[in-house]
């Protein structure tokens, strides 16, 4: 166990990918955690079941999509009612929609928008009294390179995960007050289901464009998570890149 015993997270779309890894993680250094799942209910049990080895309840799984803001609003309650608090909040979720402009659809890029950017408003807003209360909190925003670099075929992508920095950064400023961090974390590509769906030939060009010569693991998203909730109380408003050097 870690140092993050008697505190408890919520991790948004922990079932697979990037989530998973992060619930695991927090679970592995002592927090309680909420592994919320849009769709992916079996995989969001065995990540409950893999944190709660000793029969203590150490994590339960909570079906919310985080897009909708009565949900992500349940998804807090249902933590307090659990936990009875909640301190750390990794606003993971995301999806791609990838299409050049000419192609991509209003709808589609309003999908991309209210998953990937306004869940982590709804989110943030339905923790907000709790955080105050306590006066301490840790929330962490998936971001990307992307939002950094932007990337053909990803407008709607990019302009989401570019929304997210200034979003944390105002959130930072707004809730320093009550002890509250706010980051982001900017992942390059990493070895999950959303990478998975990239054609072979274009994964061969991204590895060459690596300067560490490899794609990413979930893990090393994970840990960096982990540093910012164990031993990150000084840091706030941040852009944190992890991404083997793909955008500097
Ligand atoms: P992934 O393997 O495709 O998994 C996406 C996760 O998001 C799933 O757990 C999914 O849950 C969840 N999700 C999607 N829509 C949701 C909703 N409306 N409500 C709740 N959960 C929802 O993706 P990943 O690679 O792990 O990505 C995780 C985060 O890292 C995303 O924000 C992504 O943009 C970011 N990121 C990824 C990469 C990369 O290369 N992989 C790079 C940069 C940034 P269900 O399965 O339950 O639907």
Not at 130 to 146: A, K, L, P, R, Y
Not at 152 to 168: C, R
Not at 176 to 190: D, E, K
């Amino acid at each position: 166990m870690g140092n993050l015993e008697g505190t408890v997270a919520v991790v948004t779309g922990a079932g697979r990918g990037i989530g998973r890894a992060v619930a695991e993680e927090l679970g592995a250094s002592g927090a309680r955690v909420v592994v919320n799942y849009s769709n992916s209910k079996g995989p969001a049990e065995e990540v409950v079941s893999s944190l709660s080895k000793n029969g203590s309840e150490n994590a339960v799984a909570v079906q919310a999509d985080v897009s909708d803001p009565e949900q992500a609003a349940r998804l807090i309650e249902e933590t307090i009612e659990r936990f009875g608090r909640i301190d750390i909040l990794v606003n993971n979720a995301g999806i791609t929609i990838d299409k050049t402009m000419k192609k991509l659809t209003t709808e589609e890029w309003d999908k991309v928008v209210q998953v990937d950017l306004n869940s982590c408003y709804y989110t943030v807003k339905a923790a907000l009294p709790h955080f105050t209360e306590q006066q301490s909190g840790t929330v962490i925003n998936m971001s990307s390179f992307v939002g950094e670099a932007g990337n053909f075929g990803q407008t709607n992508y990019a302009a989401a995960k570019a929304g997210l920095i200034g979003f944390t950064k105002s959130a930072a400023l707004e809730l320093a007050r009550y002890n509250v961090t706010v980051n982001a974390i900017c992942p390059g590509f990493i070895e999950t289901d959303m990478f998975g769906a990239v054609p072979e030939n274009v994964k061969d060009r991204i590895r060459a464009r690596i300067p560490l010569g490899r794609i990413g693991e979930p893990t090393d998203i994970a840990r960096t998570v982990r540093f910012l909730a164990e031993d990150g109380g000084y840091i706030t408003g941040q852009t944190i890149s992890v991404n083997g050097g793909v955008y500097m």
